[in-house]
């Protein structure tokens, strides 16, 4: 896998367009704010209509020879970024015909992800599914994959490919990583049951990457953890309790956000973390109501949560950011028996917090919780 440099690098991005109903400029950004979060500089943009996948390249040989020309006519380029996920054929004969970087969507995700690991066992997640993806490419990362030799003289046998050998190994380091994430989740199970014992709940924030999660979990618990307008600044889960009142025996849950086609390792990798939030008593379903594309965000978070088996915990979804939107006001909106469903707030400045207290307050108050 390769592992970008911190220093700004100029890159070239290649957009697939797989339907003429999409959404070019908004996708386009999300890719270009997946760049600035790896310290990328995208120079130029080729777009490429995809209605057959060519099996070497991905994209057509002509969209590959204008893409190697526009290498030759800039020489600070030396990575091409990929909207989509490439094989490793695919991803090899790139490498060999443009003679640079070569990252897919799926790399460059797994590396912010490297990137803005803090904890110890945010770090092993990342490492399994770096791990994982690194083993389903293990072939063209090898020019000599011939058998080496065993035994003596003319009675030795050919040995092992350097291939078999290198995936043992890999093996083995998955087996360990998947051992210590054992012992950390089994602590989790403690920590999870001690709280129970002490009357304490949780309540956990979910949503699409940068729709201000982290700065919602600030005002609601008076911590100060990383906010910045960057995808996935928030990657381990963080624990806080909820002030509010005299008394609170409450503690929220910030978790990793979301995001459009997430690679499948690291949805696998974070299970044990987001079985925090399967625990939960409460999902507060954060949305950027000032998106172009709420419906589609909504829609992509509740799909992951699926995937996670996380579908039975009662949900109050929160639109935030409405300073960004004209003629909205901090309110609830209610379902027909007159529970909470959706409140309007803007977190960044303080806005609605009380309608979010009373409506979590309401959707709670038949729970032994605390919340005064």
Request: aromatic share 6%; hydrophobic share 40%.
């Amino acid at each position: 896998m390769i592992i970008l440099n911190n220093i700004n690098e100029h890159a070239i991005l290649v957009y697939v367009l797989f339907s003429k109903s999409e959404d070019v400029d908004w996708n386009i950004k999300e890719c270009l704010d997946l760049a600035a979060s790896n310290f990328i500089r995208v120079s130029n943009t080729l777009i490429s209509s995809c209605k057959v996948i060519n099996s070497k390249y991905f994209i057509g040989t002509g969209k590959v020879l204008a893409l190697k020309s526009m290498l030759e006519h800039d020489p600070d380029v030396s990575v091409v970024l990929f909207n989509c996920t490439l094989s490793p054929n695919q991803e090899r004969n790139l490498v060999r015909f443009l003679r640079c970087k070569i990252i897919d969507r799926n790399q460059l995700i797994l590396n912010i992800f490297a990137k803005h690991a803090r904890t110890y066992e945010g770090k092993l997640q990342v490492k399994l599914a770096q791990l994982r993806y690194f083993n389903s490419r293990l072939t063209h990362e090898w020019s000599h994959l011939e058998r080496q030799r065993g035994g003596i003289g003319v009675r030795g046998g050919p040995g092992e490919m350097q291939l078999e050998k290198d995936r043992r190994l890999l093996s083995k380091k998955i087996f360990r990583v998947l051992s210590d994430l054992k012992k950390i989740e089994n602590q989790r199970k403690q920590n999870r049951c001690r709280r129970i014992r002490v009357g304490m709940s949780t309540i956990s924030l979910v949503g699409y990457t940068n729709a201000g999660k982290s700065t919602l979990f600030n005002v609601m618990t008076s911590s100060c953890v990383d906010v910045a307008e960057k995808l996935f600044v928030t990657l381990d889960p963080t624990f806080r309790r909820i002030i509010h009142g005299k008394k609170s025996n409450i503690i929220l849950i910030d978790t990793v956000g979301f995001i459009q086609n997430l690679p499948k390792d690291l949805i696998t990798a974070f299970k044990s973390t987001l079985q925090e939030t399967m625990q939960s008593k409460l999902l507060i379903h954060v949305v950027d109501a000032s998106s172009k594309k709420v419906k589609q965000n909504i829609d992509i978070v509740n799909v992951i949560l699926n995937e996670v088996n996380i579908y039975n915990v009662p949900k109050l979804v929160v639109m935030n950011k409405i300073d960004q939107m004209s003629k909205v006001q901090p309110h609830i909106d209610r379902d027909i028996d007159g529970f909470p469903i959706k409140v309007w707030i803007s977190a960044r400045n303080r806005v609605g917090i009380e309608l979010l207290n009373q409506a979590i307050h309401e959707l709670l108050s038949g729970d032994m919780i605390g919340y005064e």
